[in-house]
T-cell receptor, first 113, second 114 residues
Framework: GENVEQHPSTLSVQEGDSAVIKCTYS??????FPWYKQELGKGPQLIID?????GEKKDQRIAVTLNKTAKHFSLHITETQPEDSAVYFC????????????FGSGTQLTVLP | SAVISQKPSRDICQRGTSLTIQCQVD?????MFWYRQQPGQSLTLIAT?????????ESGFVIDKFPISRPNLTFSTLTVSNMSPEDSSIYLC???????????FGPGTRLTVT
């Protein structure tokens, strides 16, 4: 089955700096890679995703890049703000109709004011 | 997207008892999923619950312990049976709207077993 590794487990940045979280996956058949933000006491919120036929996707201050050959994808947050502080999870989904997600272990991002 | 609600939001239960968690979505969806998130950990898929078919369980999860119902396209329940303290977790339902890859999560049910 799929295995997703996520690094780092914790990340602290100064407000205004950029943050990068990296994930690798094992199943070359995976073709959908979402990122979730989970604030304390809440369910995960989908913030951006990318399909395997796209190398990069951007939405305002967040972007995701995908390298299919190396089987890794990354989340980039620019101009970080204190409200970006949360746990971020990457995930991968195999091709087909199951839509099952395998999650990374999570990154606790802290943006210091 | 989809708006998902779960009941209860939290509960404290005694070992040996069972709890049924409800998941309601504001639109009809074929695919619903149940996840477990142990304290400070990532999410683990328990089962896939598609309307009109039996739930499909992941390795390590069995129907006797986690029976699931999916009576229609907007509702599902997960029961945690014969609970032990090891079952203390957040239980999350999610949906994938028809024709999309996106998966949206409910707010979760925080279960503590004493």
């Amino acid at each position: 089955g799929e295995n997703v590794e996520q690094h780092p487990s914790t990340l602290s940045v100064q407000e205004g700096d950029s943050a990068v979280i990296k994930c690798t996956y094992s199943d070359s058949a995976s073709n959908y890679f979402p990122w979730y933000k989970q604030e304390l006491g809440k369910g995960p919120q989908l913030i951006i995703d990318i399909r395997s036929n796209v190398g990069e996707k951007k939405d305002q201050r967040i972007a995701v890049t995908l390298n299919k050959t190396a089987k890794h994808f990354s989340l980039h947050i620019t101009e970080t703000q204190p409200e970006d502080s949360a746990v971020y999870f990457c995930a991968a989904s195999p091709s087909g109709s199951a839509r099952q997600l395998t999650f990374g272990s999570g990154t606790q991002l802290t943006v210091l004011p | 997207s989809a708006v998902i609600s779960q009941k209860p939001s939290r509960d404290i239960c005694q070992r040996g008892t069972s709890l049924t968690i409800q998941c309601q979505v504001d639109s009809q969806v074929t695919m619903m999923f149940w996840y477990r998130q142990q304290p400070g950990q990532s999410l683990t898929l328990i089962a896939t619950a598609n309307q009109g078919s039996e739930a499909t369980y992941e390795s390590g999860f069995v129907i006797d312990k986690f029976p699931i119902s999916r009576p229609n396209l907007t509702f599902s329940t997960l029961t945690v049976s014969n609970m032990s303290p090891e079952d203390s977790s957040i239980y999350l339902c999610s949906v994938s709207p028809t024709g999309t890859y996106e998966q949206y999560f409910g707010p979760g049910t925080r279960l503590t077993v004493t």
